[in-house]
Structure formats: structure tokens, C-alpha cells
């Protein structure tokens, strides 16, 4: 059993920056994999970056590639995602999640956090 608590969100202009962090409790959080996703208004929950268990393969998706950044500290237990050159369409809840396998593009989580609000001004 994993569980996912996440810090971090507010509101900021656009091109401003913030640090979203993901703090699991359960002494194997280092061999499970790790994804943000994001829900927007309206909208459905979409993948925004994944993580495999020691740091070393990521994936981001196209909207967020080269602006986010995710990365993980296992001493820690805390998986973080480093947001920059914020938009306003990067406007949602953000949820981080746990799953055992890792994947690019699999959707399918076992554990989710109960997320934090990111809001972006014009």
C-alpha cells in the first residue's frame, strides 16, 4: 500500500514557476513508478510526465516537454515536479501516482494522491 500526498500548487502569472511535490509513505516507494497527470476543468485527466524507479527514464508529454521537469528522491520518498515558462492552459488539479511497472503511456495506475489545484493567470 502506497499512499501519495501532493504540495505545492497556487497561483502564479504566466512565465512564472512553481515545484509540485509528491510524498508516499510505505518503505517500497522506491521500486514503484511514478506519473503526474493533470485534470483541467472540463476536461479528462491526461498524462502529463512519467518516471521510472531510480530516475533514470522519463517521459513527457509534448504539451509540457521542455518546460516540466520530473524527478525523484527515494531517500526522501518524494517525487517532484519542476514546472517552468508556466501557461495558462497549464491550468489543473495535478495528482502524482504510483504504479508497480513502468511505462511511457500507460494510464492505468495503482495509487493516486488526492492532488493540488495549479492555477496560471494571464
Known amino acids: 500500500q502506497v499512499q501519495l500526498v501532493e504540495s505545492g500548487g497556487g497561483l502564479v502569472q504566466a512565465g512564472g514557476s512553481l515545484r509540485l511535490s509528491c510524498a508516499a509513505s510505505?518503505?517500497?516507494?522506491?521500486?514503484?513508478?511514478m506519473g503526474w497527470f493533470r485534470q483541467a476543468p472540463g476536461k479528462e485527466r491526461e498524462l502529463v510526465c512519467t518516471?521510472?524507479?531510480?530516475?533514470?527514464?522519463?517521459y513527457y508529454a509534448d504539451s509540457v516537454r521542455g518546460r516540466f521537469t520530473i524527478s525523484r528522491d527515494n531517500a526522501k520518498n518524494t517525487v517532484y515536479l519542476q514546472m517552468n515558462s508556466l501557461k495558462p492552459e497549464d491550468t489543473a488539479v495535478y495528482y502524482c501516482?504510483?504504479?508497480?511497472?513502468?511505462?511511457?503511456?500507460?494510464?492505468?495506475?495503482?495509487?493516486w494522491g488526492q492532488g493540488t489545484q495549479v492555477t496560471v493567470s494571464s
Open positions: 518516471i521510472n524507479w531510480i530516475g533514470g527514464r522519463t
Open positions: 510505505g518503505r517500497t516507494f522506491s521500486s514503484y513508478a
Open positions: 501516482a504510483a504504479r508497480r511497472t513502468y511505462s511511457d503511456y500507460d494510464v492505468r495506475y495503482d495509487y
